[in-house]
């Protein structure tokens, strides 16, 4: 299951396999995201060889890379160093196939001997480049690939043949992990896993109280999971989690961040910079602002951290107290806890339905539009509000989004407006107000979109 929609990543490992000159890969994205698997699956029949680093120093990180390597091989190393390790397995391995040679997690070894990646352009400009290599790096410390590995800054600039960004699957993979879910259940399941592959293989039922009592068991690797990803990367670990909760809780400036997390004004950069680099969190700018603009918020990254954040980490004593209690009270907050989830999921699905240049959300003081549409070649906006709500109001909700979209400022003497709204269902849909175009879309139209059994052309407009 975690392949599916890795096809075009698996397909393009298995191209640079094929191709006739050394191939030296970048392969980065954030935890859980099925990197490794992926990768592994691909070295399968192969020959390979696949190293996990750890942060230690290189010397012994050396010894353990060729003991391994010895132990997998049945051979006898003598080499002291990685030169001379590259120069003596190509005596004794196949050299008439490529090689393929897998270092995961390299950060670690970064962050703990940063002259390594000097030493490997030195290996690859003398050594490598002319094997028949494919020598692979894969880290999840994002920050640390972006600035060690592929800026223009780093020593191996210009080496790298190809890299690869792992992202979080697409939103219509939910129907493939859960082909028979309804929309509905599937929106829910949204709101617990993201649409990371490692949370949602742990889904086994479409109903939610039997998923919640599953997955908030305290021996559950779902309930410890959170905690377990920062301390992997960080030693202070209470104080990012701190930091995390004040941004879940809808803290989105630095001041008040640190004010909520009890953090020194000072140092709540360096905390802020970490969690952006392991990408839990994300810097989110109105969908207006300039690139040189400074008005943006914080937030967190995917469903799984908000829903950590929100209902296991300050309740780990109520759920081992009363696990069956516990999930009756998540059930009646579930509803409002889905109003962001919701949102998001149509940010998602929009690109399905609608065909602009740009999309996002904008807010300016106390005012905020969901999602905000805008097509810079033809000037056209499009407003949008997002309820997870039952018979919803269109014609209220559309005067209400009429007054915010008057704020925003953009093109405003020469633009065409229009509206878009999504919810459970609609007491009465409308599809114009004043002359302005307004596009519903219930749960039963997501449905169709999503599963693709049904994308009209009247709601995917070409602007």
């Known amino acids: 299951m975690l392949l599916i929609n890795r096809k075009k990543e698996l397909e393009w490992l298995e191209q640079a396999y094929k191709s006739k000159k050394a191939?030296?890969?970048?392969v980065y994205g954030r935890r859980r995201?099925?990197?490794t698997f992926l990768i592994k699956k691909f070295i399968e029949n192969k020959q390979h060889f696949y190293f996990l680093a750890k942060q230690k120093d290189i010397e012994s990180e050396f010894?353990?890379?060729?003991?391994?390597?010895s132990k997998k091989f049945n051979i006898f190393l003598e080499a002291k160093d990685f030169e001379g390790f590259f120069e003596e397995i190509y005596k004794k391995i196949n050299p008439k196939k490529k090689f393929i040679f897998v270092i995961d997690e390299f950060p670690y070894w970064i962050q703990k001997n940063p002259e390594i990646v000097s030493e490997f352009q030195y290996l690859w400009d003398e050594i490598l480049k002319n094997k028949k290599i494919m020598l692979i790096f894969v880290g999840s410390y994002v920050s640390i690939m972006e600035e060690?590995?592929?800026s223009y800054k780093s020593p191996i600039y210009g080496r790298k043949t190809s890299q690869i960004n792992v992202v979080e699957m697409p939103i219509d993979s939910l129907t493939e992990f859960f082909p028979k879910y309804r929309i509905k259940e599937l929106i829910e399941i949204y709101g617990l896993t993201d649409t990371i592959p490692y949370y949602m293989q742990m889904i086994e039922s479409n109903d939610l109280t039997q998923n919640l009592l599953k997955l908030l068991n305290p021996n559950h690797n779902y309930f410890q999971d959170a905690e377990i990803l920062v301390k992997e990367e960080v030693r202070d670990y209470n104080t990012y989690l701190e930091i995390l909760k004040a941004i879940n809780e809808g803290k989105t400036k630095l001041n008040e961040i640190a004010n909520a997390a009890r953090v020194d004004i000072t140092n709540i950069l360096k905390y802020i910079k970490v969690l952006l680099g392991m990408r839990i969190i994300k810097k989110v700018k109105p969908i207006t602002a300039?690139?040189?603009e400074k008005n943006f918020i914080y937030e967190i990254s995917d469903n799984y951290f908000r829903f950590w954040l929100r209902f296991?980490?300050?309740f780990k004593e109520e759920i081992e107290e009363n696990i069956q209690g516990y999930v009756k009270e998540v059930i009646k907050?579930?509803?409002t806890y889905m109003g962001k989830i919701f949102e998001k999921f149509c940010r998602k699905v929009f690109p399905f339905l609608f065909n602009y240049t740009k999309i996002g959300r904008w807010w300016h003081k106390d005012r905020e539009i969901d999602?905000?549409?805008i097509n810079e070649k033809s000037r056209q906006i499009l407003a949008c509000e997002c309820k997870w709500k039952d018979k919803v109001n269109a014609l209220r909700i559309v005067k209400e989004l009429n007054e915010k979209l008057g704020y925003v400022d953009w093109h405003k003497e020469k633009r065409k407006e229009s509206f878009a709204i999504f919810a459970k269902s609609f007491s009465k849909r409308i599809k114009e107000w004043q002359g302005k175009p307004v596009y519903c879309f219930d749960l039963k139209d997501l449905e169709k979109v999503i599963k693709r059994k049904k994308r009209t052309k009247p709601h995917r407009r070409q602007l």
């Open 371 to 373: 999602i905000v549409a």
């Open 148 to 150: 060690k590995l592929l």
């Open 33 to 35: 995201l099925g990197k």
């Open 312 to 314: 296991i980490y300050n």
């Open 23 to 26: 191939e030296f890969i970048i």
């Open 63 to 69: 010894q353990r890379l060729k003991q391994k390597f």
């Open 290 to 292: 300039s690139n040189k």
């Open 333 to 335: 907050e579930y509803n």
